[in-house]
Structures are given as structure tokens and as C-alpha cells.
């Protein structure tokens, strides 16, 4: 976000690098992620890395439909991926997708009309979104 390839001007640092800032040290594939990197935990290193290279941001849950950190105001899904759709289209928005235990960042999303009928049709409504996905492994 904040590094010449996002929209700052800071140069980029690798996933090691990073590392190394929060406290960990190699070999970092030995390392067991799941029983100590929830949301919360997360966010807390957002604003560290902020700290450490003197940007400002925030963290927050986009959409949680249940348990601790619910988000409020979104009603349903649909309303969820919208708000998803609305960050990946923000070039100033970062999102990191947590689902059981393992994380993966969304990188943009593509609209397909749901009948292949329509697929060279100038307008359809009736669409599919599909959510691309980056992740390590």
C-alpha cells in the first residue's frame, strides 16, 4: 500500500523483512501460524508496521457476519461483497481475507454474465462475480 508499487513512495519490502520488524526470525516455514494469528492479532501488526515506517492507516473488519468482532450495519452478504468490491476498486485499500486459520488477499474481481447467452450481450444485470485470489501457496 504504502511502497512505490501500491500509491506511496516508500520501496517495497519483501515478506522476510517483514518478519524480521514483528520479531520473527527464520526459518520462518518452521513457524506453526494458527494457534496465535486471529483478526485481532492481524491488525496489531498493521499498526506496528506503520509505527516502524512512519505511515498512518487502519485496520478494521470490512465484513464478519458472526462472532466476536461482528461487523455492524452490513445486513447480509450481498451488502459484504459490495463493500469487498469497493476496497479492491480503491487503489489507497489493502484487504487480507481470513477464513479457518489460513489468509489470503483478494486481488481484483471480474463480473461474468451468468448465461453463456449473454456473455457477448453490450449490458447484462445478471451477473456472477468471481473474487481472485493471491495466496502462498
Known amino acids: ?3 512505490v508499487i501500491g500509491s506511496g513512495s516508500l520501496p517495497p519490502v519483501s515478506q522476510e523483512e517483514v518478519m524480521n520488524i514483528l520479531g520473527f526470525e527464520p526459518p520462518f516455514d518452521q513457524i506453526r501460524w494458527g494457534p496465535f494469528t486471529g483478526n ?3 491488525i496489531r501488526w498493521f499498526h506496528r508496521l506503520n509505527e516502524h515506517f512512519g505511515v498512518k492507516g487502519k485496520a478494521y473488519y470490512l465484513y464478519k457476519a458472526h462472532g466476536y468482532g461482528r461487523t455492524m450495519g452490513i445486513q447480509n ?3 459484504g461483497k ?3 468490491f469497493e476496497a ?3 487503489p489507497n485499500c489493502g484487504v487480507i481475507y481470513h477464513c479457518h486459520n489460513h489468509y489470503m488477499v483478494p486481488l481484483g474481481f471480474i463480473s461474468s454474465p451468468k448465461s453463456q447467452l449473454d456473455v457477448y450481450a453490450p449490458s447484462v444485470t445478471d451477473v ?3 473474487i481472485m485470489i493471491g495466496e502462498d501457496r
Open 77 to 79: 452478504v450481498e451488502e
Open 88 to 90: 479492491i476498486r480503491n
Open 40 to 42: 485481532a492479532t492481524l
Open 128 to 130: 456472477e462475480p468471481f
Open 82 to 84: 459490495e463493500k469487498l
Open 1 to 3: 500500500l504504502y511502497s
